[in-house]
């Protein structure tokens, strides 16, 4: 069965400061990777997808960049952290060759201070 | 106008209760739809498909309207542990594919 495992669960990170989010999928190959956004009480911002190694689309312009190094790893990163930074991180993945159902990792919950 | 909308709620409904969510899409050339389950400070959960012809899991119902442009979950016999925030999900067709979600839609079971 797949699995995605995405951490840490929680991180709080000074203004200024770099950024790092690991997410690694299992038991699958070549999937569809996504990293989202959700602000409090707010809905799912999509901030990148990627359908490749290498392959990174970005759906808005922000302080934010995406790497996908290996066929199931995708990590998000900043080199300086703003305090609109703050938000609820969600990596997900879907199967790859068409567009389905996304499997979420359990979240990272940034606090940026 | 939002692709997808959904009504934010919030849905108070005692125990028991039957209660239903409706959501719209604009792009008549969706292909395929999902309703997702969030709890407080949770991830969305897939809850499941929804297809052309209706489909079933338990107490819950989801059904397809082309024509109209909705898609819509039924919750029976609603339990305690069905509060949370239903979200709905379009995939658009087409060279610009992707995952439109809906904002979600507050649900709250009483005792």
């Known amino acids: 069965s797949q699995t995605i495992h995405q951490w840490p669960a929680t991180l709080v990170q000074p203004v200024g400061s770099p950024l790092s989010l690991e997410c690694t999928v299992e038991g699958t190959s070549n999937p569809n990777l996504y990293w989202y956004r959700q602000a409090a009480g707010r809905g799912l911002q999509l901030l990148f997808y990627s359908v490749g190694i290498g392959q990174i689309s970005s759906e808005v312009p922000q302080n934010l960049s995406a790497s996908r190094p290996q066929d199931r790893q995708f990590i998000l990163s900043s080199k300086k952290l703003l305090l609109s930074d703050s938000g609820f991180y969600l990596c997900?993945?879907?199967?790859?060759?068409?567009?389905?159902?996304?499997?979420f990792g359990q979240g990272t919950r940034l606090t940026v201070v | 106008r939002k692709e997808v909308e959904q009504d934010p709620g919030p849905f108070n409904v005692p125990e028991g209760a039957t209660v239903a969510f409706n959501c719209t899409y604009s792009?008549?050339?969706?292909?395929?739809f999902f309703w997702y389950r969030q709890d407080c400070r949770k991830e969305p959960k897939l809850l499941m498909s929804?297809?052309?012809?209706?489909n079933e899991d338990g107490r819950f119902t989801a059904q397809l309207n082309r024509a109209s442009q909705y898609i819509s979950l039924l919750i029976r016999d609603s339990k305690l542990s069905d509060s949370a925030t239903y979200l709905c999900v379009v995939i658009r067709a087409g060279n610009n594919r992707k995952l439109i979600w809906g904002l979600g839609t507050s649900l709250a079971v009483n005792p």
């Open positions: 792009n008549s050339a969706s292909q395929s």
């Open positions: 929804v297809y052309s012809s209706g």
């Open positions: 997900a993945w879907s199967r790859g060759g068409r567009l389905a159902e996304a499997f």
